[in-house]
C-alpha cells in the first residue's frame, strides 16, 4: 500500500461528494446520468480501496513515495498553470469561452514549453471537439462573454 494512492482515494471521494451535493439540487428528471456516473466512481474507487487494504493485510507495509512521485516537480510551472486557472476562471465570463479558452491552452502550453507547432495544433483540435460536441451535437450555451452578448 503507498501513501500516495491513499492520498487519492481520499481526494476521488472528496471530489465525488461534492458533486454529489451538487447533483441532488438538479431537477429529478436532470440527476440519473450523473448519479450513474458518481455511482460507477464511488465503486471503482471503493474496489480500489479494497485493493490497498488487501495489499496492505498481505505485506504489512505502507510505502511512503512522495519523495519519488516529486523528484521532478516543478513548482514554477505547477504554480504558474495553477494562477492561469484562476485567471481563466476569472475571465471566461468576460471574454467567452472561446477565446479565453484558446489564450489559456495557448499560454499555459507555452509557459510548459511545448513547442508551438504542436500547442497550436492541440488546441484547435481540443477547440474543434468543443464546439461539435457541445455546440453543434449538445445544444449546449457556453459563455459568449460580456462584450459579445
Request: charged residues 10%; positive net charge.
Amino acid at each position: 500500500m503507498k501513501e500516495s494512492d491513499l492520498c487519492v482515494i481520499a481526494v476521488v471521494y472528496g471530489v465525488a461528494t461534492w458533486f454529489l451535493v451538487m447533483t441532488l439540487q438538479l431537477p429529478p428528471a436532470a440527476q440519473s446520468y450523473p448519479l450513474i456516473l458518481l455511482t460507477a466512481l464511488y465503486l471503482c474507487n471503493t474496489l480500489f480501496l479494497g485493493k490497498q487494504l488487501y495489499s496492505f493485510y498481505r505485506h504489512r507495509v505502507v510505502l511512503n513515495d512522495f519523495r519519488k512521485l516529486f523528484a521532478g516537480f516543478l513548482p514554477g510551472q505547477f504554480f504558474g498553470v495553477l494562477a492561469g486557472c484562476i485567471i481563466y476562471m476569472a475571465v471566461v465570463n468576460y471574454l467567452g469561452y472561446y477565446i479565453s479558452s484558446v489564450l489559456y491552452l495557448l499560454l499555459a502550453q507555452f509557459f510548459l514549453k511545448v513547442k508551438p507547432i504542436p500547442a497550436i495544433i492541440s488546441c484547435a483540435c481540443i477547440m474543434i471537439v468543443t464546439y461539435l460536441v457541445f455546440s453543434m451535437f449538445l445544444h449546449v450555451p457556453l459563455p459568449l462573454g460580456v462584450w459579445f452578448e
